[in-house]
């Protein structure tokens, strides 16, 4: 029967994308070649695209094309205002929904001592030269309130601290516990305008 | 900022997936290029080789590699029992879960006058031929509960009381107004297994 290689080899790699359960990728399998050839063929090459061009900014660390992305590439951005997440997923939440015109910092992760995540893992020492270079007045820390985000952005403001450095925290109107990337715009904007010293 | 050119064009590309919007691809997008690579690269060579491998069996209609789908080419496959199904997806949903030895005809697409749809779309001409040949003694309609599923099954009958076969119509086990290949295996091996004449 249709199970054939290349038909049950795609619903197999289907289930790569978070959400999509044997049930999905079968759906999603038959729509894409019996409806949709064009689009699933679109998919393949922005796929190949996107592994090819984007990899990881140079100084903040998110997802971009070339070796800076357009924030830090951008000479109207205020570098006095840095503000610290744990996934590009963030910033591009951010940059979206708030007016924030500062810079950011991506740790692509957060402190977890039992998983084996130290300041090295996050590569926090980029995090301590950028501060100790002067041009940083203002650390807006927008981790997730989880234990682990709650404790690197602890972490975090000592740093601040003993650069002499305004630490902020962003307000919360973001559901405790929950994560950034999946608030709507609108809260994430108040929450982000809100924000206050930590 | 990270709205970069592969990036906004790999979240627009993943909407062609049944039940993703621009929350679900945007958080795909990161999730890949973040996590999962590997399974990313996968992916979209699974769709190419899909998409260049798999087209429709001469003989039943449904998705395969090759000229033939293995029920077809199989000779073990009894080829009185004719069993005539909307979708690909549901010769894979009866096939799985169904001990149904027979063969299939795939309509991909019901009768449906008012979107254009009639006997000529639908191919039904290779079925009479098929039905003239004299092979069928039974046609099981498997099409969905709904009203253009009803007519279609309606006309189908017709066609086999003018060449004097048995046709029987699956139970109606499935809810009323569903899609059969959303029904789990149980339901739709017991509504198989107690189809009625029609
Ligand atoms: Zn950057
Ligand atoms: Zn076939």
């Known amino acids: ?23 999905s990728a079968q759906r999603m399998t038959f729509h894409l070649l019996q409806r949709d050839r064009r689009g699933a063929r679109n998919l393949a090459e922005s796929l190949l ?58 740790l692509n992760g957060r402190l977890s001592p039992l998983d084996g995540i130290g300041p090295n893992e996050l590569r926090l020492d980029l995090l301590e030269q950028r501060l100790a270079s002067g041009e940083v007045k203002e650390i807006i820390l927008a981790t997730n309130t989880t234990v682990e985000g709650e404790a ?11 650069n002499g450095i305004r630490t902020t925290r962003i307000a919360y109107g973001v559901p405790f516990g929950g994560e950034l990337e999946y608030v709507d715009g609108a809260t994430l904007a108040h929450s982000f305008n809100g924000r206050k010293d930590y």
């Open 1 to 23: 029967m249709p199970k054939t290689g290349a038909l049950s080899q795609l619903m197999q790699a289907l289930r790569c994308l978070p959400g999509v359960g044997p049930k």
């Open 49 to 106: 695209a996107a592994l090819e061009k984007i990899g990881h900014c140079i100084q903040c660390r998110t997802l971009t094309e070339g070796e800076l992305c357009r924030i830090c590439a951008n000479p109207g951005r205020d570098r006095t205002q840095l503000c610290v997440v744990e996934t590009p997923a963030e910033v591009y939440a951010i940059d979206q929904a708030t007016g924030f015109k500062g810079v950011f910092f991506v």
């Open 152 to 162: 690197t952005a602890h972490y975090i403001s000592e740093l601040a601290r003993q």
